[in-house]
């Protein structure tokens, strides 16, 4: 990992456009509009400390402590946990905006590691910054409280992905769920995303053999409902596919984009929730 050379903040789309907020700003002001001195300390926060990770690097490993948090700025990164026999699950994939360890600085060691799936820019928040940040700007400390929440939300739906749901609907709601995190933090305005990650990869998200997701994949496409051309995925009927994956977005508490549907926050995910 190379640290980015210092810039003024500036954040894009998959489409190369400027985006006037960081993603963290964007994620998080789908839960309350920050003020513009609550936004303008996390566009701060976010633009000071920043690495560049190359693809299938660790960011932090189950066992070691930082006293940062870190931020996905670009890229996809995921949490994980490898067993002894060398087998791996995948818990949750951390998109644009997304904090990996916002409570890491109160705790002694990681339980699990986060790792990167594509080449991604992580920003570093001290802890120390952050704790202050907390306990002087309610505001901010209520969206983190939000977030989260979300977390917990993402992870009780691949509970029930283990326990309920068939591989369709598995990978069906999997796929939705990327759609509309993406479409949130403003990173696509469309339905094709940058989702760059192997058959393994989904098995070891989803509970699945590798074959199992070919096959089911192949299913998709052929229903009309997704298609893929190597990294890009294009979501080719969302109602479609949310009706497959029985999706519904109250885990991800996306409370802006319901009660305030001509917000920006809502604009960007509008007709699909």
Same mark, same amino acid.
């Given at each position: 990992?190379?640290?980015?050379?210092?810039?003024?903040? !500036?954040?894009?789309?998959?489409? @190369?456009?400027?985006?006037?907020?960081?993603?963290?700003?964007?994620?998080?002001? =789908?839960?309350?509009?920050?003020?513009?001195?609550?936004?303008?300390?996390?566009?701060?926060? $976010?633009?000071?400390? =920043?690495? =560049?990770?190359?693809?299938?690097?660790?960011?932090?490993?189950? /066992?070691?402590?930082?006293?940062?948090?870190?931020? +996905?700025?670009?890229?996809?990164?995921?949490?994980?946990?490898?067993?002894?026999?060398?087998?791996?699950?995948?818990?949750?994939?951390? +998109?644009?905006?997304?904090?990996?360890?916002? !409570?890491?600085?109160?705790?002694?060691?990681?339980?699990?590691?986060?790792?990167?799936?594509?080449?991604?820019?992580?920003?570093?928040?001290?802890?120390?910054?952050?704790?202050?940040?907390?306990?002087?700007?309610? @505001?901010?400390?209520?969206?983190? %409280? %939000?977030? $989260?929440?979300?977390? !917990?939300?993402?992870?009780?739906?691949?509970?029930?992905?283990? /326990?309920?749901?068939?591989?369709?609907?598995?990978?069906?709601?999997?796929?939705? !769920?990327?759609?509309?995190?993406?479409?949130?933090? /403003?990173?696509?305005?469309?339905?094709?995303?940058?989702?760059?990650?192997?058959?393994?990869?989904?098995?070891?998200?989803?509970?699945? $053999?590798?074959?199992?997701?070919?096959?089911?994949? =192949?299913?998709?496409?052929?229903? @009309?409902?997704?298609?893929?051309? /190597?990294?890009? %995925?294009?979501?080719?009927?969302?109602?479609?596919?949310?009706?497959?994956?029985?999706?519904?977005?109250?885990?991800?508490?996306?409370?802006?984009?319901?009660?305030?549907?001509?917000?920006?926050?809502?604009?960007?995910?509008?007709?699909?929730?």
């Amino acid at each position: 990992m190379v640290p980015v050379a210092s810039a003024p903040p !500036e954040y894009r789309t998959a489409a @190369g456009e400027r985006l006037l907020n960081s993603p963290l700003v964007m994620k998080m002001e =789908q839960y309350r509009r920050f003020s513009d001195e609550d936004r303008r300390l996390l566009n701060d926060l $976010t633009s000071k400390r =920043q690495r =560049q990770y190359g693809a299938r690097e660790d960011i932090i490993r189950e /066992g070691e402590h930082s006293p940062d948090i870190h931020i +996905v700025l670009s890229g996809l990164a995921c949490r994980y946990k490898l067993l002894e026999n060398g087998s791996r699950q995948i818990m949750a994939f951390l +998109v644009p905006g997304d904090p990996c360890d916002a !409570e890491i600085f109160i705790l002694k060691a990681m339980d699990h590691s986060i790792g990167t799936l594509a080449p991604s820019v992580v920003a570093s928040v001290s802890g120390d910054v952050m704790r202050d940040l907390m306990l002087s700007r309610p @505001g901010i400390a209520l969206a983190f %409280w %939000w977030n $989260t929440l979300q977390d !917990e939300g993402i992870l009780r739906e691949r509970i029930i992905d283990e /326990g309920r749901r068939d591989a369709y609907g598995r990978l069906a709601f999997m796929i939705y !769920e990327m759609l509309l995190r993406m479409r949130a933090v /403003g990173v696509i305005e469309d339905q094709t995303f940058d989702f760059p990650i192997t058959q393994v990869d989904l098995a070891d998200a989803t509970g699945l $053999t590798p074959v199992h997701i070919n096959r089911t994949l =192949q299913k998709l496409r052929e229903d @009309g409902l997704i298609a893929t051309e /190597g990294k890009r %995925w294009t979501v080719l009927n969302a109602a479609g596919l949310r009706r497959a994956a029985q999706f519904e977005a109250s885990y991800l508490h996306l409370d802006r984009a319901v009660n305030e549907p001509d917000s920006e926050a809502g604009k960007r995910l509008r007709g699909l929730i």
